[in-house]
Every structure is written in C-alpha cells, then in structure tokens.
C-alpha cells in the first residue's frame, strides 16, 4: 500500500508529508498501537529534520486516523529503503512524571483528574482535551513521582475503566478514562461472512470462567473482613461449579461488596468467545466502527450471530483489516436492551 504520512515537530507544527510503502498500523482498547512503513533512501534523506526519531506521525488511512511518534528508525541496506517504527500517543503518558501527594478518598476518575493535573502543572501534556468519568466508590491513592501511563493504568486496573488517547480530525489529543470505551453500534454495523469476511476463527473456552464467587473485601482484619459468595445457578448446571474467590481493594461494606460481585458474575459464569477476523472494506465498513464500538458479526459457518466488542484494529498494507473481539456476555446485552 502506497500513502503518505504527516511527520511534524510536537503539536503538529512544521509538518512535511512523506510518500511511504508498506504502511500498516493497529489501535487497541487501554494498550498502545503501532505504525510502520518503509520510505525510499532518496525520499528519506531529504526529510527537512535533523532527526525524525520522537517527532509525531499522522496518517489519514482507510480505517481511520492514526497517530503517534517516531520511536524506531531501520535501515535495510540491500534494498535502500527505510523502516519507520512508530508507536501511538498512549507514550506521551510514560514521558509525563507526577508529584508527590496523597489522595484519600477520591473517585477513580478524581484521581486520574488530579495526576494530569499534577504532570501539567511541571510540564504540559500535550494533550489538548481530557474527557474523566467520576466512577465507582472513594478510593485512596499516593502519587509518588510516578510516570502518569503507570498512575492511569493501575487506577484501571483497580476499578475494571479503559482508557485511550486518540488523535481528533482537526490534529487535536484526547484522552479518555471511563468504566467502557466505545459505542454500541450493535444494530448498525453488520459484519457478514461471505460480504465482509471469508476467513477468522470464533473460539470458545472455560478458561478463567466462573460461576461461584466469593467476594472478599481487603480489610485489615482479613479474618473479620466482609465477605459474600454469588453464585449462577442455570451456569452451575450446564457447566459445573467452578468456583474462585476475589479481593477487592477499598470495598468493605457488604451492601457495596456485593452487587460488585454480582457485575463480575456476569462476565465470567459462561464460556468467554473471541473473534478474528480478516475484513475487506466493502460498502465501505471500516469507517463505520473503531477499537471499544459493538457490532453484530454474522457466521453462517459457525452457525453464529453475536454481539461483538472490537478491541483492537490491524490495517494491513494490502488493505485489509483484522480485528479481534469478545462477545458480549447475556448479562451485558441485557442491560442493554432494557430487560434487566
């Protein structure tokens, strides 16, 4: 595939467009993508840069627009070309230290909120918009010069949120933090066997499925601690009891111990299925979705029509695109259309 990238100094000043091949890049939910191309010696050598090594890559592609920066710079000498290895603005966190301070009794998204706050307050972000949901109970964190990437990660961790910072039509950042990345385009976005795709693999598994959980809250006094078990019992039948049992940081109150254990029983009491696919852009289809969105994928091989949830993108240099995802689970789908 032969396109042309935006290589600029940060914030998308002093750009040059460079005609590149092979160009191939992906997007994930919460983890960072990738971009690389190779660009001809001639064409290379007169890229008006010192260095391209960290200045900021766009490229407008079929699947969407993609950004980042230059992290890795490869010369094949026998065939004269150069590789450009490029990584998304999910970086730019990593390169971002907080202060130090504590933050008792805050929100996830509170404290999210205070440790941008604290990375831009010694040296700006570059990031031009933050979109944070105040979500879950008060939590308490310490920020102790940490990189700001490992700060968010472990808040997502802490509280099951997503996070992802993306590049907007008008070359603008935006971060995002929430409980659930993306939009439910489910009854829109029809993925089909034999129009979009003609090969992926829909795999089934028990692994890491449970349908008997006891909850357990991370007191002090483990052994007085909250504690609560779960259970699915039409799961339970069909499949057998697989029972584990689960901490939770910061939850010591049975009344909010519980319904949390109740939202996690729905993810894991029946069999998790992924999907891989392969997709050509007929009618146009990649524009229609991105990594976090729902769509419908239809299998008359697999004799399966499920909600799909896309987590991450690969556009390939031959121009097709491979996805992969996990279907919704029941309790999810329910939720969704109102009947629970």
């Not at 979009?196 to 601690?225: P, Q, R, W």
């Not at 289809?285 to 029509?305: K, L, N, Y």
Request: proline share 2%; hydrophobic share 35%.
């Amino acid at each position: 595939m032969q396109a042309e990238i935006m290589l600029s100094t940060p914030s998308f000043n002093d750009h040059v467009l460079v005609r590149v091949l092979d160009v191939s890049c992906s997007w994930n939910v919460t983890e960072a993508g990738t971009l690389t191309a190779l660009v001809e010696r001639d064409i290379y050598e007169h890229i008006p840069f010192d260095t391209i090594l960290d200045k900021w890559v766009a490229w407008d592609s079929p699947a969407g627009l993609w950004g980042g920066t230059v992290d890795t710079v490869t010369y094949h000498l026998a065939s004269h070309y150069v590789e450009l290895g490029c990584r998304s603005f999910h970086d730019l966190l990593s390169s971002r230290r907080t202060g130090v301070v504590d933050l008792p009794g805050r929100t996830a998204g509170g404290i999210v909120s205070r440790a941008i706050g604290e990375t831009m307050m010694s040296d700006p972000a570059l990031i031009s918009e933050y979109q944070v949901e105040e979500i879950g109970q008060p939590i308490s964190h310490q920020l102790r010069d940490d990189d700001l990437s490992s700060v968010v990660s472990t808040i997502c961790g802490t509280v099951g949120a997503e996070w992802r910072v993306s590049l907007q039509k008008d070359y603008s950042l935006l971060f995002e933090f929430r409980k659930r990345l993306g939009r439910n385009k489910s009854g829109d976005v029809y993925l089909i066997e034999g129009i979009h795709f003609f090969d992926g693999t829909i795999t089934e598994t028990v692994n890491g499925m449970y349908n008997d959980i006891k909850a357990m809250a991370t007191d002090d006094d483990y052994a007085n601690s909250a504690s609560n078990v779960v259970t699915n019992g039409h799961s339970i039948k069909q499949y057998r009891r697989r029972q584990t049992v689960r901490k939770y940081e910061g939850l010591v109150k049975e009344s909010v111990l519980t319904p949390q254990a109740r939202a996690d029983m729905e993810k894991t009491a029946y069999p998790a299925v992924s999907f891989q696919m392969n997709l050509h852009n007929v009618e146009e289809i990649f524009e229609r979705f991105e990594e976090g969105d729902t769509v419908t994928v239809v299998s008359e091989t697999a004799d399966s029509q499920r909600m799909v949830r896309i987590l991450s993108r690969t556009i390939h240099s031959d121009g097709s695109l491979d996805i992969a995802g996990e279907a919704w689970t029941a309790g999810e789908a329910a939720a969704v259309d109102g009947s629970q």
